[in-house]
């Protein structure tokens, strides 16, 4: 992807960006919903600051969602359950009984003989004990024996219910029916007239063939409850054509808020001609390009080399036009509240490529944009810019993926308290607070997460390096610094104290202290193929460059940053990496094999290409940093007496040198800088060989 930036970058680069640009507003304007905007901004509790308003056309005025939820309840309240009289159940228990008292009757009278007289009067009376029963069955099931439902929709506080018989609904009490206990105490109560023994033998029969009858019935409740919801006005008034809505000064309170609410939604509702949806597109596309433009000069003014950039400018435009879709998008599908929508994700993102001022910056230039859909806009506005620092300010150094964590509850920490104060604001009271909006804002806060899997997406397609990367790739138990200390130790001690003195040079002047002591450590892994021509590996007195020519030494000299540059790209390393290794000796010369050319052949004309590095120049504040760092560290090494005074000359002779070669031309570095960064290179190297410093005497 970057290497297609490049392509682009150098043809026709300008011209590009400026497509880019008038893209990226189009598609923001055509994003945006073509509606009439209610143009005025007020809070309850606060006095109305405009003209007059009158009502421009005849609206109803819509009652809030407190006054609906109180009107759902009472509703709720009232409605009776629905029970369902069952009729089959009366002739299945019926049979039940008749067939118990057979099979006990029979069991009774089994044994013994008896004249056909008296079996005839068994009959009788078996006849009438089943005519007793049957009756006393029957006025039990036809009042009713009813099975009460716990379940919430099947509650009836007052007593009452709904009876559904056949095709047929009336209220009823709940005393109208027989529980299980007072049906048995009914029967009792009707066989009372009966011998002991005619009670004996039917109560246990009539007992067991009770049942319910009088069922709750779940579905029928809630269809009616749903159709008796359904019905409830969500107006409450009509405000007529040229009525006043407000008038100046007037303190707007609970009743006038919901007639500018209502009369707010209404405009949205209004249809547009064709000639005002163009004008609302020409209003929209100048200020989405005014917001754009603020952007752009900001990069131009204080970021040009981001500005320069055309890969990091792309990601930035992509940013922000995905962050305005899924806000649109939220709007639009109105399935859940506006805050759920993880705006702070883009500040995230950002920080995690640019610096803290580019991500604020981006930051407010989209709420700029989506304030134009955001509901109560200023309370928005104020609200998601307080998040967005916040987030910025957890992430300044994401060194630790914990840090991730940590942002997200400082996150749902400042939603929450500006929530509450806006709130109270509104309302002059705690108890206004609808507690519930907190779960948005965790909702939010939670799906902010999704910031770590995008920073690792836009990493790979943009080749971009994000700190905690940096801080991977810095790890000196990398497989990679891990061979490289196996096969060359010198090198590698050297790779160390070079990043510490370009961080502490970088945290002083500027840039980005992780991404110098990355491209620090890995500047000469091109050494480890032939360690030993290098003076820094070498533990004798062997000297392999003895046997060869001052020009075949050069060559092997300059060869380990082609071959680090191989082998960078053969692992993979990210491509700010290996700039460092291609630019960290510029197009220096070697001044030991050249110098040492031509005091043993001074009647020879070198070759100044084979003393050369091939380059290119340092081109940024990281790479010109690491060149000075390099060539400091490598040349107090030969120092034979580690004096302040010796330490202070070979600093300034180095990167004198370096200045009249003219390798820091194309990096963007001051005069004050390179004064900064004598200081702190003279100040650690005395550290490391542990000078003292003379004082004067007294």
Known sequence: MRRFFSRIANRHEQVFKYFLFLLTVLLIVVALPKETQFNYTYQKGKPWPYDNLLAPFDYAITKNEAELNEERAE????????????????????????????????????????????????????????????????????????????????????????????????????????????????????????????????????????????????????QWTRQVLDKISTTRGLVQKDEVVILKGEV??????????????????????????????????????????????????????????????????????????????????????????????????????????????????????????????????????????????????????????????????????????????????????????????????????????LIFIFEKTFGFLSDVSLMELADSNSPWLRELAYKAPGTFQHSLQVANLAEAVTFKIGGNPLLVRAGALYHDIGKMERPLYFIENQNSEFNPHDELSFEESARIIKDHVIRGIEIAKQRKLPEPI???????????????????????????????????????????????????????EAASRSLKNATAENISNLVDNIIDHQMSQGQFINAPITLKDISDIRKIFKKMLMSIYHVRIEYPRT
């Open 252 to 453: 707007v309170d609970d009743n006038r808020f919901q007639r500018l609410e209502s009369l707010k939604a209404e405009m949205k509702n209004q249809e547009i001609t064709g000639a005002s949806r163009w004008m609302m597109f020409l209003g929209h596309f100048l200020l989405v390009s005014l917001a754009i433009s603020m952007l752009i000069l900001f990069l131009y003014q204080f970021r040009k080399e981001l500005y320069d950039d055309l890969a990091k400018i792309t990601l930035l435009l992509l940013l922000l036009l995905l962050t305005t879709y899924v806000f649109l998008w939220a709007r639009k599908v109105n399935l859940f509240d506006m805050y759920m929508v993880p705006v702070c994700i883009l500040p995230i993102v950002i920080r995690a490529f640019y610096d803290t001022r580019t991500a604020l910056f981006t930051h407010i230039v989209s709420l700029l944009i989506i304030g134009f859909e955001a509901p109560s806009g200023f309370e928005f506005m104020f609200i998601q810019t307080i998040a967005g620092m916040v987030a910025i300010f957890t992430i300044v150094s994401m060194s630790r993926r914990v840090q991730f964590f940590i942002s997200v509850l400082m996150i749902f920490a400042a939603y929450s308290i500006a929530f509450v104060g806006v709130t109270i604001l509104h309302e002059a009271n705690f108890r206004s607070i609808d507690w519930m909006n907190l779960k948005w804002f965790a909702a939010n806060s939670v799906l902010t997460l999704f910031a770590f899997p």
């Open 578 to 632: 290996i700039d460092f290794i291609r630019t960290h000796h510029g197009t220096s010369v070697l001044q030991y094999f050249y110098h040492s050319f031509l005091k043993n052949f001074p009647e020879k004309v070198p070759n100044e290409e084979l003393f050369h590095y091939p380059g290119p120049l340092p081109f940024s504040r990281e790479t010109v940093v690491l060149m000075m760092a390099d060539s400091v």
């Open 75 to 222: 509703v709720l309240r009232t409605i009776h359950p629905f029970y369902r009289f069952n009729t089959a159940t009366e002739a299945e228990r019926i049979d039940l009984f008749r067939k118990s008292l057979s099979e006990t009757w029979s069991a009774k009278y089994a044994n013994g003989k008896r004249s056909p007289r008296e079996q005839e009067q068994l009959e009788r009376n078996r006849g009438l004990q089943e005519s007793i029963g049957t009756e006393v069955l029957r006025m039990v099931f036809r009042k009713g024996v009813i099975l009460l439902s716990d379940q919430p929709a099947g509650r009836n506080d007052d007593g009452m219910l709904t009876l559904v018989n056949g095709n047929v609904a009336d209220e009823r009490p709940v005393t109208d029916f027989f529980t299980i206990q007072t049906a048995y105490e009914a029967i009792n109560d009707q066989l009372n007239s009966l011998t002991a023994a005619d009670q004996a033998l039917l109560a246990p029969l009539l007992e067991n063939s009770l049942a319910h009858n009088v069922l709750f019935d779940d579905q029928a409740t809630r």
